[in-house]
Nanobody, 122 residues
């Protein structure tokens, strides 16, 4: 069992930056693929980025590539999402998730956090 708690969301002007954190419970964090997803009002949840167990492999959605960076610290049981050059269309609830398979499909992830709101003003 893994429990995930996101933090770091907030209101930021367009062009600004935020860093999201996701703290995980349990001693098996380092064995999981970690992903970040987001859901904007009235839209389906979409994949943003993921990172393998060691941090050596990352994958990004085209919409965030070059602006967002995912990283992890297994010693701290934490995964991060550094978001730069934010745009109003990045406004969403951001969720972290843990799974055994590197996938862009949310159903492949076993555990989810409660989400953190990111709002980018124009």
């Amino acid at each position: 069992q893994v429990q995930l708690v996101e933090s770091g969301g907030g209101l930021v002007p367009a062009g600004g930056s935020l860093r999201l954190s996701c703290a995980a419970s349990g001693r098996t964090f380092s064995t999981y693929v970690m992903g970040w997803f987001r859901q904007a009002p009235g839209k389906v949840r979409e994949f943003a980025a993921n990172i393998n167990w060691s941090g050596g492999a990352t994958y990004y959605a085209d919409s965030v590539k070059g602006r967002f960076t995912i990283s992890r610290d297994n010693a701290k049981n934490t995964v991060y999402l550094q978001m730069n050059s934010l745009k109003p269309e990045d406004t969403a609830v951001y969720y972290c998730a843990a799974g055994r398979i590197s996938s862009t499909w949310g159903a492949q992830y076993d555990y989810w956090g409660q989400g953190t709101q990111v709002t980018v003003s124009s």
